[in-house]
């Protein structure tokens, strides 16, 4: 069951780069932080339910507050297409074999660099704390994965400080 938490946080990811409202965007970060606090919460229950308080709760709940329109549209190439199915395809995979933390990991690492690949693909104003909130979501899949994780350091990584620090340089900006 973790490795397809991790395996629809990596598909969650992809979706991101193709959505077109900021609304839209929000709910589908909210359920990759959903998907990405499950395998945290084996170790560390608290610091699971804190990084889904923060991560999909509260600031996308900011971002839809901030909420400026629609964000540009992204052209659904076939590459695009392709990148969807094929993670569709690794959540079918790891459904049907229980896979490990390694690739748990790995698909952490995916959905952060993914995170990073939104926040500097669109220039609007609010697509960059979107893409860090994702990278965080990411960060969080990681942490999970991470058998010898500490407390203090799966609570470290679970509060949402980068993409907390952009969302409110955009509230002060305006």
């Given at each position: ?6 395996a ?9 780069l ?51 329109g ?6 659904h ?14 959540v ?15 698909a ?5 660099l ?46 949402p400080?980068?993409?907390?620090l ?9």
């Amino acid at each position: 069951m973790i490795g397809a938490a991790g395996a629809a946080t990596l598909l969650l990811s992809v979706a991101l780069l193709c959505v077109k409202r900021i609304d839209t965007a929000a709910w589908a970060c909210a359920l990759q932080a959903l998907c990405a606090a499950m395998p945290l919460g084996e170790s560390a229950a608290a610091v699971a339910v804190l990084a889904f308080a923060l991560n999909g709760v509260m600031l996308p709940l900011a971002l839809v507050r901030m909420n400026d329109g629609a964000m540009p549209a992204l052209r659904h190439n076939a590459l695009l297409v392709w990148a969807m199915a094929l993670a569709l395809l690794v959540v079918i995979i790891s459904v049907a074999a229980n896979i490990g933390a390694g690739e748990i990991m790995a698909a952490g690492v995916s959905v952060t660099l993914l995170g990073v690949l939104l926040a500097v693909l669109r220039s609007d104003t609010w697509t960059p704390a979107l893409g860090l909130l994702s990278s965080q979501n990411g960060l969080v899949l990681v942490a999970g994965a991470s058998p010898d994780l500490s407390g203090m350091a799966a609570f470290a990584v679970a509060v949402p400080l980068v993409p907390g620090l952009v969302l409110a340089g955009m509230r002060l900006r305006r």
